[in-house]
C-alpha cells in the first residue's frame, strides 16, 4: 500500500530530514512514531500529497507521488485519502450532511445520499444529518470527521495526532472507532503520532529519528 | 453539495455582515434605479410633450415659464397676448402652423385649454368615446380628467378662474362633455379642452360670428383682426430651418410678445435638474463604492478564520481554482443580492410616489418600467462583486494546504 525508500525532505532554510525505509501492506494498519519535530506530519503529509517537493520515493498503491502534475495530485488526494486531524476541522458553516457530501464534491465523485445514511448510522450519529457542527459534541465531531475521511471509499486515512489530546480511556475508544471504520471500509489506517500508547496497539510502528 | 450552496452558506454564517452589506448595496443601486427611471420618464414625457412645437410666442416674461405653462400646463401664464398681434405672427411666411392656446381657467384643478383641434392632432390624439367639439362649450376631456372627476359625456360644470381648485367660478356659462380622449401619455390627458370662444364667453365676452368680414386665421368663426380679444400663447411650427435663426429674433424685437423654444428651455431645464441628479449619482456611487469596500474587507477577513476549511477542502481533492472560484462566486452573490434588492427598492419607490402623489400619476410616471441602464447597474454590480473578491479568492487560491494544517 505504501512504500517509502531513500526519501528525505528539507524546509526552505531547515536540515534535511531522512525517513527510514519502511513497507505498509494494504489493510496492515500502521503508525509513525517520533518525537516532536522527528518529521511525523511531515512524512504524513508527503504520503498524503498535501506537501510536495522530497527527495527519494514515496509509492502509495504502486503510484510514484512524484509523477503526478499539480491537478493530478489533487485528483489522486480527493480520491485515495481520507484525512483527520487533531481538530476536526468540520466547515462549521455547513451541516453534518453537507460536510459529509462535500468530500465526493471536491473529489467530483457522484454524491450518494444512502453513503451518508450508512455511515452515520455506523458511526451513531443518526440524529445528527442536518445539525449544525457547532451543535455537535467534540466525539461527535470527530466522528463526523471520521465519516467524511471514510465516504470516498479511500484506500487509505492518514490521521494526524488524533489521540493527543484525549485521556487514556478515550485514546483507546477514539483509536478502536478509526480502526474498526477503516477495517470495515476495507481502508488502511496509517496515524502519525508521538502518542506511544498506540505503539502496541497498531500493527506496523515506524519509528522516525529525531533531527536536530 | 456544490460551491453555490457552499457559498451561500458561508453568506448565511455571518447574516448581520451579510444584511449590511446586502443594505449598503441596495441603497446605493436603489438611487441609482431611481435616477434612472425618473430622469428617463421625464425626458421621454418632456420630449413627447414638445413634440411639434418649434416655438412657443407669448407674452414678455420668463421663457421658462411661458414653455412650462404652454406646453407642459404647469406654470402659470406670463400674461395674454393681443389676437390682432398674434393673427400677424401666424401669417408670417416662416410659420407653417400657428395654434392658439387661450388658457387661466381650471375646472376642479384641470386646466381647461382653448384651442383649435389641430392641438390635439400634435399628440395625434384620438377619442374613446363621443366626438370633438363643435359649438361654443362643448368640451372634450382627458382620460386623466375622466377618471378622477368621474366625468360622463353630456356631464356638465362651471369653469373656475385660476388654475386652482378654488378660483370663483363662472357661473353664467355651463361647460358640456361632448368627447372622452383615449390615454395617450401626454398632458392631453389631462387637460379639458374646447375652442377659444368658449374662454371668452366664459369671461362674458362677446363671440359673434364672422359675418362678411374675414374670418381669422387663428381663430376659426372670429373675425380677423380683433383687437379687443386676447389669447394666452401660440404653438409654432417653422416651415423651414431658415425659421430657427429669424423667426424668434423678430417676435422678441419687432413684437411686444417674446418667443420661446421648448427645445432649449427643456435643454436648460435639464441641465438645473441635472445638477442636482449628478450630487445624488455622487452620493449613490460613493455608497456603491463604500459597499464595494466592505465586501473586499469582509470577505479578505474572513479567509484568515476560513483557512483550514479551504485547506480542508483542498485536502478533498478541491483544486486551487475551484476555491478561487468558490470565493468569487460568494462575492458575486453578494453584490447580486444588493443591486437586486437596490433594483426592486427604486421600482418600488416610484410605484408607491406613483400611487400616493397625485403630481406624479398625473404626469403618468410608472415603476413598472424597466430600462436598458438597469441593465448596466446590474451588469456593472456583478463586476464590482468579482474585483472585489479577486484579492480574497487569490488568497484562497494561494492556500498552502501543508502549512494550514501542520499547524495545529
Ligand atoms: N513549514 C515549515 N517550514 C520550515 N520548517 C518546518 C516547517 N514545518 C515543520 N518544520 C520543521 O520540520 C521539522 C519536522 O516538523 P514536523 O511538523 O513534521 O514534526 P512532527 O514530528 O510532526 O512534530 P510534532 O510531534 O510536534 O507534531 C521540525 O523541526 C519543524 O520545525
Ligand atoms: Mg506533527
Redesign the interface.
Known amino acids: 500500500m505504501i512504500r517509502v525508500k531513500d526519501t528525505s525532505y528539507q524546509y526552505a532554510g531547515g536540515t534535511r530530514m531522512v525517513f527510514p525505509d519502511f513497507h505498509i501492506p494494504k489493510g496492515k494498519h500502521g503508525v509513525l512514531l517520533g518525537e516532536s519535530g522527528s518529521g511525523k ?2 512524512l504524513l ?1 508527503l504520503i ?1 500529497g ?2 510536495r517537493g522530497h527527495e527519494g520515493r514515496i509509492e502509495v498503491n504502486g503510484v510514484d507521488l512524484a509523477s503526478l502534475t ?2 493530478g495530485l ?2 489522486y ?3 485515495h ?1 481520507g ?1 483527520i ?3 476536526n ?1 468540520l ?4 451541516t453534518v450532511e ?1 460536510n459529509l ?8 465523485l457522484p ?1 450518494q445520499e444512502e453513503q451518508v445514511d450508512a455511515l452515520l448510522a455506523e458511526l451513531g450519529l443518526e440524529g445528527k444529518r442536518h445539525a449544525r457542527v457547532q451543535e455537535l459534541s467534540h466525539g461527535q465531531a470527530q466522528r463526523v470527521a471520521i465519516a ?1 475521511a471514510l465516504i ?1 471509499k479511500s484506500a487509505l486515512i492518514l490521521a ?2 488524533p489521540t493527543s489530546a484525549l485521556d487514556d480511556r478515550n485514546c483507546d475508544k477514539v483509536i478502536r472507532l478509526l480502526m474498526e471504520a477503516t477495517t470495515s471500509h476495507g481502508a488502511t489506517l496509517v496515524v502519525a503520532t508521538h502518542d506511544q500508547r498506540l505503539k502496541s496497539v497498531l500493527p506496523v510502528a515506524v519509528q522516525l529519528e529525531a533531527h536536530t | 453539495m456544490n460551491l453555490i450552496i457552499l457559498a451561500w452558506s458561508y453568506l448565511k454564517s455571518r447574516p448581520l455582515t451579510t444584511v449590511l452589506n446586502v443594505v449598503l448595496l441596495a441603497l446605493g443601486t436603489g438611487v441609482i434605479t431611481l435616477l434612472i427611471l425618473f430622469g428617463n420618464q421625464l425626458e421621454e414625457k418632456i420630449t413627447a410633450n414638445a413634440k411639434g412645437v418649434d416655438l412657443v410666442v407669448g407674452a414678455k416674461g420668463s421663457p421658462m415659464q411661458l414653455i412650462l405653462c404652454s406646453v407642459f400646463h404647469i406654470d402659470f401664464p406670463t400674461g395674454n397676448i393681443n389676437l390682432k398681434e398674434a393673427e400677424r405672427i401666424a401669417r408670417h411666411p416662416l410659420v407653417k402652423k400657428a395654434i392658439p392656446m387661450a388658457l387661466g381657467d381650471s375646472y376642479r384643478g384641470f386646466r381647461i385649454v382653448g384651442t383649435r383641434r389641430d392641438y390635439a392632432e400634435l399628440y395625434a390624439a384620438e377619442l374613446a368615446e363621443g366626438k370633438w367639439w363643435e359649438q361654443h362649450l362643448e368640451v372634450a376631456i382627458g382620460a386623466t380628467v375622466a377618471r378622477q372627476l368621474g366625468l360622463k359625456l353630456g356631464d356638465e360644470f362651471v369653469s373656475a378662474h385660476g388654475l386652482a381648485e378654488d378660483g370663483h367660478d363662472h357661473e353664467a356659462h355651463h361647460y358640456k362633455v361632448v368627447g372622452i380622449v383615449k390615454p395617450g401619455g401626454t398632458v392631453l390627458d389631462n387637460l379639458i379642452l374646447t375652442n377659444v370662444q368658449s374662454i371668452w364667453l366664459a369671461h362674458d365676452l362677446e363671440v359673434g360670428p364672422a359675418g362678411n368680414a374675414a374670418p381669422s386665421n387663428l381663430v376659426p368663426g372670429h373675425l380677423a383682426g380683433d383687437s379687443s380679444r386676447e389669447v394666452t400663447s401660440l404653438l409654432v411650427q417653422y416651415r423651414n430651418p431658415l425659421a430657427v435663426i429669424q423667426l424668434p429674433r423678430f417676435i422678441n424685437q419687432q413684437s411686444s410678445m417674446q418667443a420661446a423654444a421648448p427645445a432649449y428651455e427643456t435643454a436648460r431645464l435639464f441641465s438645473i435638474l441635472g445638477v442636482g441628479a449628478d450630487v445624488l449619482r455622487g452620493f449613490a456611487l460613493v455608497l456603491i463604492l463604500v459597499s464595494g469596500l466592505s465586501i473586499f474587507l469582509v470577505l479578505y477577513n474572513s479567509m484568515k478564520e476560513r483557512r483550514y476549511d479551504l485547506a480542508i477542502m483542498r485536502s478533498m481533492g478541491a483544486g486551487r481554482g475551484k476555491l478561487f472560484t468558490a470565493v468569487v462566486l460568494e462575492g458575486t452573490f453578494l453584490t447580486a443580492l444588493g443591486t437586486v434588492s437596490g433594483l426592486a427598492l427604486g421600482h418600488a419607490v416610484v410605484w408607491i410616489f406613483a400611487a400616493t402623489v397625485p403630481q406624479a400619476a398625473a404626469s403618468g410616471i410608472q415603476g413598472g418600467v424597466w430600462y436598458v441602464a438597469e441593465t448596466w447597474v446590474l451588469g456593472g454590480s456583478l463586476v464590482l462583486g468579482v474585483i472585489c473578491s479577486l484579492v480574497p479568492a487569490l488568497q484562497a487560491y494561494k492556500t498552502d494546504i501543508h502549512t494550514v494544517l501542520a499547524g495545529n
Do not use: C, M, V, W
Open positions: 506530519t511531515t503529509h498524503g498535501l506537501l499539480e491537478h489533487d485528483q488526494r480527493g480520491r485519502f484525512f486531524f487533531q481538530k476541522h466547515i462549521a458553516s455547513l453537507q457530501l462535500a468530500a465526493p464534491f471536491f473529489a467530483e454524491q467524511r470516498n494526524d495526532e
